[in-house]
């Protein structure tokens, strides 16, 4: 079992930056990834940032590429996601998540595939006003 805790959630106007944090525990396999996904009122949940856990491989939707950035801190356990001139489209409930033995080195799965990771947070809120 992997245990998360997000923080960082809130309200911000449009423009303005938030990060992120998901505390994990310590978990025994080989690979992790490790993402953040995003769902909006009405919406699907939607992978917005990814990273393996034991390499240098990053992926980000169009949606977010260039202005957030996912990143792990392994003496922490904490996966961050730094979120810059954020927009009201950003408004949504943000899920840290952790797959394990799995390397994701394909960004369609690791973005796309929600099933491949076993491990969710509580989620927190963040809203964007315009």
């Known amino acids: 079992q992997v245990q998360l805790v997000e923080s960082g959630g809130g309200s911000v106007q449009s423009g303005g930056s938030l990060t992120l944090s998901c505390k994990w525990s310590?978990?025994?396999?080989?690979?992790?990834?490790m993402a953040w996904f995003r769902q909006a009122p009405g919406k699907g949940r939607e992978g917005v940032a990814a990273?393996?856990?034991?390499?240098?491989?990053?992926y980000y939707s169009d949606s977010v590429k260039g202005r957030f950035a996912v990143s792990n801190d392994k003496s922490k356990r904490t996966l961050s996601l730094q979120m810059n001139t954020l927009g009201p489209e950003d408004t949504a409930m943000y899920y840290c998540?952790?797959?394990?033995?799995?390397?994701?080195?394909?960004?369609?799965?690791?973005?796309?595939?929600?099933?491949?990771?076993?491990?969710w947070g509580q989620g927190t809120q963040v809203t964007v006003s315009s």
């Open positions: 990273l393996y856990a034991d390499g240098d491989a990053t």
């Open positions: 998540a952790v797959g394990l033995q799995w390397r994701c080195l394909d960004q369609t799965e690791a973005l796309g595939d929600a099933a491949k990771y076993r491990f």
């Open positions: 310590t978990y025994d396999a080989a690979s992790a990834c």
